[in-house]
């Protein structure tokens, strides 16, 4: 089996795959959106090598191969930076939700005599000394 082949067919499956992570709610639209652009690109490219080559000689690039290590290594990169911006938006919004937890908690124990709960690790360090059943 030829390489284009298998390129357009591995293309069009991973275009098929993101559509049905989308309708299962699995991958949200903001990142579907990109993936499916990037999959609309990528897939013609399969079924037409030559548009690769081409685009590659104007650009400057040696080969179409050089051009797409060259395309992937960016958009790894891209999505890497953007995963890391991700994650620390939402750990600092995390903090921020814990801390407005503990202000309620503490809150409600002072002005409404509402026992503050003890999380599940001081339950388990603490050792029963009161009287057996």
């Known amino acids: 089996m030829h390489l284009t082949v298998i390129t ?12 049905e992570l ?9 990142y579907a959106a990109i ?7 990528v897939a013609p490219l399969g ?9 590659a000689r104007r650009l400057g690039i ?9 395309a992937g290594f960016v958009l790894v990169l891209l999505v890497s930076l953007h995963l890391s911006w991700e994650a620390s938006r939402l750990e600092a919004e995390t903090r921020t939700l814990a801390e407005d937890v503990a202000m309620m908690r503490a809150h409600l124990a002072e ?23």
Request: hydrophobic share 45%; net charge positive.
């Open 8 to 19: 357009s067919i591995t293309g069009v499956l991973v275009l098929v795959y993101i559509l």
């Open 111 to 133: 002005h409404h005599g509402y026992p503050i709960a003890r999380s599940s690790n001081d339950a388990s360090k603490s050792t029963d000394t009161g009287v057996t059943a």
């Open 22 to 30: 989308l309708r299962r709610q699995q991958l949200r639209e903001k």
């Open 47 to 55: 079924f037409f090598p030559t548009i690769l080559d081409s685009t």
């Open 62 to 70: 040696a080969s179409g191969v050089s051009l797409v290590l060259f």
């Open 35 to 41: 993936w499916l652009a990037i999959g609309v690109v």
